[in-house]
């Protein structure tokens, strides 16, 4: 069989991809931006206690400011992970990669599938995943409540698209 073949085979072509990011605010000019005021206020502010003898307070501005940056750096870092999803109407798959670029993968029967989701009455959906005889795996857990919902709805429709052999139109 060759490759063409394939690529002309109506339940290989997908119904319906996504890929998911962690959102971030804070853009990298943002954050310099940030770091260079921080670090500004911390020289201000330590500048009396120098002057009255008290120099080692101002190493603890510095240490806020040292652990600053730490804390946002490892954010930045943590925001190189994202989640695949992919609907055809032979597989449903969804791939994990994590910050450090480990990639985990899930395959299920869309036939078997389900999207399942857990709502709160006060504060929206809190958790969606996919589910399939038995084994069951968490979609899309940063992103916030309202995204999370009409992605929800989003791949609840492309599952049961694959499951009825249609195809899926966004």
């Known amino acids: 069989m060759n490759d063409h073949a394939l690529t002309d085979d109506p339940f290989s072509?997908?119904?319906?991809t996504a890929t998911l990011r962690p959102y971030r605010s804070l853009k990298l000019e943002g954050f310099r931006l940030m770091?260079?005021?921080?670090?500004?206020?911390?020289v201000v502010a330590s500048i009396p206690f120098i002057v009255l003898g008290f120099w080692p307070v101002a190493g603890f501005y510095g240490l806020d400011v040292l652990?600053?940056?730490?804390?946002?750096?490892?954010?930045?870092?943590?925001a190189k992970a994202y989640e695949e999803v992919r609907v055809s109407p032979l597989d449903v798959s969804l791939k994990k990669v994590s910050a450090?670029?480990?990639a985990t993968e899930w395959h299920?029967?869309?036939?078997?599938?389900?999207v399942h989701r857990d709502e709160h009455a006060e504060f929206g959906i809190e958790r969606l995943w996919l589910a399939s005889r038995g084994q069951s795996v968490t979609v899309g857990r940063f992103?916030?409540?309202?995204?999370?919902a009409r992605f929800g709805d989003r791949l609840s429709d492309a599952v049961a698209t694959a499951r009825k052999g249609h195809t899926f139109n966004p």
């Open 143 to 148: 992103l916030p409540r309202e995204e999370m």
């Open 35 to 42: 770091m260079v005021l921080v670090a500004l206020a911390s």
């Open 67 to 78: 652990l600053l940056y730490f804390a946002f750096r490892a954010n930045f870092e943590a």
């Open 108 to 114: 299920f029967n869309p036939i078997w599938t389900r």
């Open 13 to 16: 072509k997908p119904l319906f």
């Open 100 to 102: 450090k670029g480990d």
